[in-house]
Structures are given as C-alpha cells and as structure tokens.
C-alpha cells in the first residue's frame, strides 16, 4: 500500500500532510500511515453504501468523494483550528510571564525555562521541547524555527520571528516583548467584542426558530381549540 500511494501521490503532497499532522501535537501518525486509513475507510464506506443502502449506484461515486474529504477535515482540518484557539488562548497568559521573567533581567533561555516550569499548558509544552533540544546541541534560535514548525498558529509564530530577530540584531527584548504583549491583549479583546456583536444575530435565530412560534401558538391556541369545539 505504501510504494503504491508513494506513486499515486507527489512527494509534495505528502509532505504537506505531514507538516499539518505535525502541528496537531501529541501524534504518532505519519502521512503515508494516514493517507493509507483515509482510502480503506473510503473503500469500506462504499461497500457498505453498496450492501446495506439502497442508493443508485450513479450516485456512490459521489458520496465516496464526499467522504474522502471529510474524513481530511474531521482528522486535519478541525483538530488543527481548535489546536490554533487554544494556543491563541494560552499566548497572552504565557508571554506575560515571560515578560516579566526577562524583566527581572534572567536571559532568554533562562526566562523560558522558569516560565514553562510555572506554566502547564500546550504553549508552554511546545517550549519545553525546545528548551530539551537545545540541552541536545541545537541553539536557541535553531530550536525555535524548528519549534514555528509544530506551531498551527500564525500569531504565535509571528511573536517568535520577531524573538529570533531579535536575539540576532541584538534589539531590546523586554520593548519587543511588550509589543507583542499588547498586540495579544488587544487581538484577544477585539475577538471578544466580535463574539459579542456576533449575540443578536444568535439570539434573533433562536427567536425564529423558538420563540415566536411558541407566542403563536399561545395566542391561536384558544381559537383553535373552540374552533375544533365547535367543528
């Protein structure tokens, strides 16, 4: 199965599979090892439209593509944005920390470490795998590219640009740190306001869907019953 999906699928494409399957964190699973449930669950999907639905046969190549597809977003796609919320949520808490442990005037890596060992979260996870891998060789800003890349999040990976920036062009941290801080605060409090504005609309649904048919039913309901009364 796998020198035959080696041959259906380009390299590319595999690769890129495995850069999403890394991102979604603690995974033992590997492009090839996916691709090959993703095609037998589709091959078992369609015999069982074939033998226990009464579906035209016209029509299972259709629900076969539909299944293929979902299957990447229930296993990829889903876990991937919901990994993104959370480490988007946990950013603030823990660069705040960090900031603080820099002010205190520790240096990067110190700061890290004491921030992860007060810190139990996914982020903070993420940063004690670095911090391991630069106890193994690899430098601190080596272990951060390589830490962007088990990363989903674009607004975490963009703070740890401008960290490795940083550490290169020799800027002060604590100030880049403090925008980023901000920048987060900010970027939390409008998605807040967003979630807000968004309650009107949800409620006016309910109000359709609920509410005003149950005042309907309040106010008809007398009429309809003497109407059946009299009837």
């Known amino acids: 199965m796998r020198d035959i999906l080696n041959k259906i699928y380009r390299k590319q494409d595999l690769d890129n599979i ?30 069982f439209m074939i033998t226990f639905t009464h579906v035209r046969h016209i029509f299972i190549p259709f629900f076969a593509i539909a299944f293929y597809f979902l299957f990447y977003y229930i296993f990829i796609t889903y876990p991937l944005n919901k990994r993104i919320k959370k480490l988007d949520r946990e950013a603030l808490y823990f660069f705040e920390v960090l900031t603080l ?11 890290i470490e004491i921030t992860v060992q007060n810190i139990d979260s996914e982020l903070s996870n993420e940063f004690r795998k670095c911090l391991v891998e630069v106890r193994y060789g690899k430098s601190l800003n080596e272990a951060i590219e390589y830490m962007k890349k088990r990363i989903p999040s674009e607004t975490i990976n963009n703070i740890l640009l401008n960290i490795t ?3 290169i062009f020799g800027n002060n941290i604590i100030d880049v740190m403090y925008d980023q801080v901000d920048y987060l605060r900010e970027k939390q409090t409008l998605e807040i306001k967003g979630e807000i504005n968004k309650i009107p609309n949800k409620i006016s649904i309910v109000s359709v869907l609920f509410i005003v048919p149950l005042i309907l039913l309040i106010i008809l309901g007398p009429i309809l019953i003497q109407f059946m009364q009299g009837g």
């Open 165 to 167: 920036q940083t550490k």
């Open 18 to 47: 495995q850069d999403k399957i890394n991102m979604l964190g603690h995974t033992k699973l590997n492009a090839l090892s996916f691709m090959t449930r993703r095609i037998i669950c589709t091959i078992l999907f369609v015999l």
């Open 101 to 111: 442990t820099l002010q205190s005037g520790r240096n990067l890596e110190k700061s």
